[in-house]
């Protein structure tokens, strides 16, 4: 199976004086800009347009899915996972992954460090680099307890 892995895009700062905080926090223009040609980069390639996403349930993660659905010509294919929320364990994504059988490319979108911890984990490797932000990766996995997953493409914006 061939895993995106998708950081959301920036998002506004958390000044405080929103009543949301972190979890509410937004895509800003610059974040929305961004997202958008690297999902449309995705949805130009058949090998790296995803057919279903999940995504994390904070705001700006939900956005970067809903931007890279929309690029993708899905409708119905964005899934809220918890297990892709902030600081949960990477075993989580796994064996959702491990029980997944959907037909191609699976987006998921997160955030950092989580979405590094989880390639290295599929890789079997210690670390991973940090995914900027809108970054992606593509993984091909075979499943749990198959060997380890490759890198098949990585794409970081420009700062």
């Known amino acids: 199976m061939d895993i995106i892995l998708f950081r959301h895009g920036h998002a506004i700062d958390d000044t405080g004086s929103s009543s949301l905080g972190d979890a509410g926090r937004w895509l800003s223009g610059k974040g929305r800009e961004r997202t958008r040609e690297v999902a449309k980069k995705l949805a130009a390639s058949k090998k790296k347009r995803p057919v279903e996403i999940w995504t994390s349930p904070l705001v700006r993660a939900v956005q970067t899915a809903e ?15 918890e297990e892709l929320s902030p600081g949960r364990d990477p075993a989580d994504v796994v064996r959702a992954l491990a029980e997944y059988s959907g037909p191609g490319p699976l987006a998921l979108v997160g955030h950092e460090p989580s979405l ?11 670390s991973f680099p940090t ?3 809108s970054g992606v990766v593509g993984l091909g996995w075979e499943g749990k307890g198959r060997g380890p997953a490759k890198v098949l493409f990585e794409k970081q914006p420009k700062s």
Not at 116 to 126: D, N, Q
């Open 131 to 133: 995914l900027k932000k």
């Open 116 to 126: 590094s911890i989880l390639a290295a984990t599929l890789l079997g490797e210690r």
């Open 67 to 81: 931007i890279a659905a929309e690029a993708a010509g899905l409708t119905d294919a964005v899934h809220v996972r």
